[in-house]
Nanobody
Framework: QVQLVESGGGLVQPGGSLRLSCVAS????????MGWYRQAPGKQRELVAGITKDGSRNYADSVKGRFTISRDSPKNTAYLQMNGLKPEDTAVYYC??????????????WGQGTQVTVSS
């Protein structure tokens, strides 16, 4: 089995920073893309940032210049550094990984989500 566990969410004031972590564990053979998505109340889940196995990154326009995605491949971990947070960044943030498990099946896995609230 494969698990993705996010951490690092919380309450922060506008302009503040948070760093989210996502650790993938279990029967993993290889991880391709990893990404961060978010879902605000009453809205659809949207891509925030993604990173490929070779380190190529892409960002939603709304977070460019403020958020940075990175990964530590040997640790099967992805990070999202969020600076200059705004109230509109408030959402549940989900980690996502496209990977091959040890039985050589390729699937997309999701974490349980971590709440980020930006408020004064």
């Amino acid at each position: 089995q494969v698990q993705l566990v996010e951490s690092g969410g919380g309450l922060v004031q506008p302009g503040g920073s948070l760093r989210l972590s996502c650790v993938a564990s279990g029967s993993i053979f290889s991880i391709f893309d990893m990404g961060w998505y978010r879902q605000a109340p009453g809205k659809q889940r949207e891509l925030v940032a993604g990173i490929t196995k070779d380190g190529s990154r892409n960002y939603a326009d709304s977070v460019k210049g403020r958020f940075t995605i990175s990964r530590d491949s040997p640790k099967n971990t992805a990070y999202l550094q969020m600076n200059g947070l705004k109230p509109e960044d408030t959402a549940v943030y989900y980690c996502n990984a496209d990977l091959i498990s040890s039985n050589f099946r390729r699937n997309t896995y999701w974490g349980q989500g971590t709440q980020v609230t930006v408020s004064s």
